[in-house]
């Protein structure tokens, strides 16, 4: 197949499983940090994605489903329904553009910090420290921590808060969802 043939097929309409994209471009997720301490999505969120919507696909950034899903400043959340409302402006700006868009729901886990949780450690399925060298917290970079283990009766509240989150993501008329598996 050529080239030519190749960046031909790319641009071509394609169905997926029932929701039309105009190509078969996806915009990946990008952690972007632009929505504040309050965590919700905002006027320039709209516009940055926006600016995007010549994918046949968008796809927003992780989104944190609960409070104890938290593990990066300034990122977006929809564990309030406030927050859910807020998203409302993304997804008119990117449907307006053309394309559908889909939110990716987001825990941490051992890749956040006790300075994202007033100091008590982070979740895990497991107390198995992250890999990495350091991890950027609201009061600078600190290394990583060892999480707590969940409980197994916390397990039912964590895919509860996905549910949620999906429920409001559903209400602010996000065409889909994509589950980020953090590590």
């Known amino acids: 197949m050529s ?58 950034e992780g989104t944190v489903v609960s409070e104890q899903a938290i593990g990066w400043p300034g990122t977006p959340g929809i564990y309030t329904d406030a927050q859910g409302g807020a998203w409302t402006q993304v997804v008119e700006a990117v449907h307006k553009a053309g394309p559908p868009i889909f939110l990716q729901l987001w825990h941490c886990g051992r890749d956040s910090h006790s300075d994202f949780h007033d100091g008590a450690l982070p979740v895990a399925p497991s107390a198995i420290k992250h890999g990495g060298q350091s991890k950027i917290t609201p009061s600078g970079s600190k290394d990583y921590e060892t ?27 996000f065409d889909g969802i994509e589950i980020q598996a953090t590590p």
């Open 3 to 60: 080239q030519d043939t190749k960046t031909r097929v790319l641009l071509e309409p394609f169905d997926l499983r029932g929701l039309p994209l105009r190509n078969r471009v996806v915009m990946s997720s990008l952690t972007r940090c632009r929505a504040g301490e309050d965590r919700m999505p905002n006027a320039m969120m709209a516009a940055y994605y926006a600016q995007r919507a010549g994918a046949g696909l968008v796809l927003a």
């Open 147 to 173: 999480p707590r283990a969940l409980e197994t009766e916390e397990v039912r509240n964590v895919v509860g808060d996905f549910v949620a989150a999906a429920e409001r993501a559903r209400a602010a008329g």
